[in-house]
């Protein structure tokens, strides 16, 4: 896919955010993905965005990524796939081209690992990126890579392919420098983790849409809240946030690594095989999968 033509197609729907399912071995389980997948393609998104944060690319080999790319390919349909890539320069580099090569439309450009880098390091990475690979990418505002809008701003210039930008930073003024600072030349996708508690404040700082997490195991909830955001009906926003949302954040606040945890959590009680999350991560008690439990009775 074009990146220009990715870019619109992102610029207003939801965006999933699947999980990636682990068998007995701890390698990963094509088929388990596949048939969530499969469940998920008779809900309406934007687009898959596979082996992102919550499909636990930390926790991939270069290889998992490629090899989760081309499963999502052969079952995703017309929705693009967007695959997580990361990791130091040469190596988001290679996985960038990898992805192209299994089929992916787009990569979202996760932060580099562990070191602090200065802005000119940041920006040459992100550059080195976009150079190695004909599809678009989306680079991702958090931890130790974010970007200042004059930063991005140079880049959108040197870089046809760089159509997105996701900010995982909460920070709303930035995020207001660079929707007006780069207008329509990027496509802007909330990225706080169960960024529906975020979702309101970001659209009016210009960032319409998001990567849903919990569409992954609430799929109508999650659509019904970004419908709801995208007529400006805060009423029913805010029912929702009341009613799943913040209860469900309680349930994530409780550790740290949650945010993926209670995720991969709701998608097994839907009835996938998702095997459990990998160290450095926890699962989630037998308590705590009861909370769970009891949340998404009578939800879909």
Known sequence: MAPDALREIIRHGLLSFPVTPFDGDDS???????????????????????AGGTGELFSLTPSEVVEVVRTARSVSGTAPVIAGCGYGTKIACDMAREIEAAGGDGILLLPHYLTEAPQDGVANRI????????????????????VSAETLAQLADECPNLIGFKDGTGDIDMVRRVTVMLGDRLSYIGGMPTHELFA???????????????????PETALAF???????????????LREFYYPFAAIRDRKTG????????????RGFATGPVRAPLTDLTGEEVEMMRALIAGRS
């Open 127 to 146: 550059r080195a990126v976009c150079k190695a690979t004909n599809m678009g990418v989306i680079v991702y505002n958090r931890g130790q890579a974010r």
């Open 258 to 269: 949650y945010a993926v945890s209670a995720i991969k959590a709701g998608v097994a009680l």
């Open 226 to 240: 970004h419908g709801a955001l995208m007529k400006g009906d805060d009423a029913t926003c805010e029912r929702l």
């Open 200 to 218: 309101q404040a970001y659209k009016g700082a210009g960032m319409p849409t998001y990567s849903s997490a919990v569409f992954n195991f609430v």
């Open 28 to 50: 990963f389980a094509p088929k388990p993905f596949a048939a969530h997948l499969e469940w998920l393609s008779g809900f309406p998104v934007a687009g898959l965005i596979v």
